[in-house]
């Protein structure tokens, strides 16, 4: 988030405060691993997710909300893990023994069920300065936030979470099939072609829908969507380049923010040639 | 494909191994392939999702042992989720890549990844990719 | 007692007496075989009293210089533990062995060709993402480093915030040796010093100024001429040379302004 997503949080937090709510980033905080374990036995990567929920409870705090889906995933699980496993949260105590002791005290949310729950689609829309009118774009879900179920922050089979929010900031969503179908996660490191594949299969699906850009939720997924795309098109000149936009992108620019704070220079698909034609960025 | 199915072949210790790791009953699987078509991977893979099931249940370890499926699965747990019967696909996946990682037997080796990707991938990508792949 | 023997010596006379003062034997375990040892001697000590001669994995005796890495486990205790032997001291039924040499992983580059990017730590060492966060190296480290948190700064691409993290790290390798992911987080660190010191933090200006002033010659001839003062010259001018004194305001200006 620091380095390479810099156009995910910076626009976020941004965002967040303009409708009054301030984001303390928790101190100490480490990576929580990215995958959950998957594994019964498997309690040492428990420790990295439980450790950041730990540090929010050391700061008197009770919620924790992510940005990033993926980190989401991890977090959610690992915390309805200690909370529903006595023998599993004991053990991961007394491995703990430099830290506090933890049993799921602290909820953990993400952003955009902070905008749907705590704020509201209809206030939001009264805070918009800038309505993304006719911009077509298409939400891309991808797995994290909605599967498995105990964790989905919306129906898992029909979400519309992320139109809704589109909705809200005056944009067009396009709806299509491909929404929440998996972009290949961190196969980009052992299996890239796979990875191109997929990409086509999801792009030219949205494209098809009539989508103008894709909106995301996930740094892995911009970079094997934006990554992929770039492939395909030096294979076949024809591909049709797809603006990706992280969703605080979108919102920061409805909010009327400063569009330096979205750094659309790193994103893929050139963003801002679109947002241009659009009358969308001076 | 053909596979030969006999007692002498069914591998108890790999089908314990599976359920204990993944914690879920191989019986509930009624092989209706809701699974394997809901697999954005299936078109790659040379031995679909419910086949891997069911060869687990006989116990055919070397096939699958051969076979890449559980290493292109990007664990999206759209398996899970569509199962008709509440069979945690992707936990007996990570199971299966569990037993071959901790016999230290690893899938890639961070040296494989060049040094270009390794300062252009998201670091999710690397943490991630390193935590199925290496033991 | 005559006059002669009150203004002796004592330390002589202490000597001469051969005082006899009881010391108290512990046992020990060193790689597995049993020693008695005196108590409140270090580790290092207690092994060169049982007869050991430390040809390697021994260096400054004084904490610095990280060599002695020692790996222990106390009785009813199941916990292993870590120190340097120059500065552990020995308790009773001590189990350890010594760690001379830890064969962690040290990326081979030419310093001069990296640039300030924390991708260059990444680039070079991409096993820093097997990183649990167990904080196994934080518990290991004599220096009482942080080095878990200094390790998530690295990920998060913060080399400031690694390399003040780890300001303290005297390279021992006890991280590493009870690393999950086989990290060699010193090495890992140390880039991360290296780059932050030579590439990321600000040059000091007025230095190279006054080096630049030294170079093109301003004080040569001051200090031909000092080169060439008698010894007895030279302590009169040192000590009355005119120093600022201790409350000397902004505009202080000594007598002699040759040289300002």
Known sequence: MKTKARNLEEPGIASLEVLGFKLEEIPRWNCCGAVYSLAEDDLIHQVAPIRNLIRVKEQGKDKLATLCAFCF???????????????????????????????????????????????????????????????????????????????????????????????????????????????????????????????????????????????????????????????????????????????????????????????FELNYGSPELLLREKNLLS | MSVTISPKRLRREFVRKVKELSGQNLQLCYQCGMCSG???????????????????????????????????????????????????????????????????????????????????LPQIAMVSGLRKFTG | MSVKEENKNPAETAVKEKKQVAVKLIPVYIMGKRYEVPEGLTIMKAMEYAGYKFIRGCGCRGGTCGACGTVYRKPGDYK??????????????????????????????????????????????????????????????????????????LKQGNIAEAARLSFDCIQCGLCTSRCFGELAQYHMLQLARRIYGAKVLPRAEHLAEMVGTVNEGRYDQILDELKHVKEDELKKLYQEREAEPMAAGEDWKPKDTRYL
């Open chain 3, 80 to 153: 292993l533990q870590v120190a340097l032997a120059c500065q552990k001291t020995v308790e009773p039924d001590m189990y350890m062995a010594q760690i001379p040499f830890f064969p962690a992983n040290r990326a081979q580059y030419e310093f001069a060709d990296l640039t300030s990017a924390p991708e260059e730590v990444f680039k070079l060492y991409p096993e820093l993402f097997r990183c649990v966060a167990c904080n196994a190296c934080t518990k290991a480290c004599p220096q009482g480093i942080e080095v878990m948190d200094a390790i998530a700064a």
């Open chain 2, 38 to 120: 809901n697999c954005p991977a299936a078109s790659n893979m040379d031995l679909s999702p419910r086949q891997i099931i069911e060869l687990t249940r006989l116990g055919l370890e070397e096939e699958i042992a051969n076979s890449k499926t559980v290493w292109i699965c990007a664990s999206c747990f759209a398996c899970t989720v569509n199962c008709p019967r509440g069979f945690d696909l992707s936990k007996m996946m990570e199971a299966i890549r569990l037993l071959t990682l901790r016999k230290n037997i690893d899938y890639i080796r961070p040296e494989d990844i060049s040094p270009q990707e390794r300062c252009e």
């Open chain 1, 73 to 263: 995933n991890t977090l959610k699980r690992a915390n309805l893990l200690v909370r529903e496993n006595a023998e599993k949260r004991n053990t991961l105590n007394s491995f703990m023994d430099e830290e506090i002791d933890y049993g799921g005290e602290v909820k953990v949310v993400h952003f955009l069920e902070v905008l749907r729950d705590e704020i509201g689609w209809e206030v939001l829309a009264q805070k918009v300065k800038l309505p993304l009118r006719e911009l077509k774009v298409a939400p891309y879900y991808g797995c994290t936030l909605l599967r498995p179920r105990e964790i989905a922050i919306d129906s898992v089979e029909n979400p519309t979470i992320l139109r809704e929010f589109l909705e809200a900031l005056g944009a067009s969503p396009i709806d299509f099939p491909e929404s929440t179908r998996c972009c290949g996660s961190y196969q980009i490191i052992s299996n890239p072609d796979d990875i191109s594949e997929y990409a086509r299969d999801i792009l030219n699906s949205a494209l098809s829908h009539g989508a103008e850009a894709l909106v995301l939720t996930c740094p892995l997924c911009d970079y094997n969507l934006g990554q992929g795309q770039k492939k395909l098109i030096k294979k076949h000149n024809e591909f049709k380049e797809m603006p990706l936009f992280y969703f605080t992108q979108l919102l920061a620019l409805a909010l009327g923010l400063d569009s330096r704070i979205c750094h």
